[in-house]
């Protein structure tokens, strides 16, 4: 099984558990540029592959749309929500500091 997939115990403690998210999504979910994905592809991980962003490779065999923007199901799959997601993952964020007082 890949290493990089994400494991909680239920017997854990809360800030053990977000922590544990925190460093996986910090880990996998962020591109070189800050933005944070909104999805990830995960063919392969019972091989080991890590999870990672889509690629317009992934998309090879399949009939997707072309848009005249040049949209790209690339850019779709990883793009498309990131707003969202991020949304949620700095709310996420102000709860943590509100419930420990903790900086990062």
Same mark, same amino acid.
């Given at each position: 099984m890949c290493k990089s997939l994400l494991h909680l115990e239920p017997?854990?403690? %809360? %800030?053990?558990? %977000?922590?544990? =998210?925190?460093?996986?999504l910090g880990k996998h979910y962020f591109d070189g540029n800050?933005? /944070?994905?909104? /999805? /990830?592809?995960?063919?392969?991980w019972r091989e080991g592959a890590d999870p990672r962003p889509f690629t317009m490779e992934d998309f090879d065999g399949?009939?997707? =749309?072309?848009?005249?923007?040049g949209f790209t199901?690339?850019?779709? %799959?990883?793009?498309?929500?990131s707003s969202w997601t991020a949304g949620h993952f700095l709310t996420s964020q102000c709860l943590r500091y509100r419930a420990t007082g903790e900086e990062q």
């Open positions: 017997d854990w403690s %809360a %800030a053990r558990k %977000a922590e544990t =998210l925190q460093t996986f800050g933005l /944070m994905y909104s /999805m /990830m592809y995960w063919k392969g399949y009939a997707y =749309l072309k848009t005249s923007d199901p690339r850019g779709h %799959a990883n793009y498309e929500n």
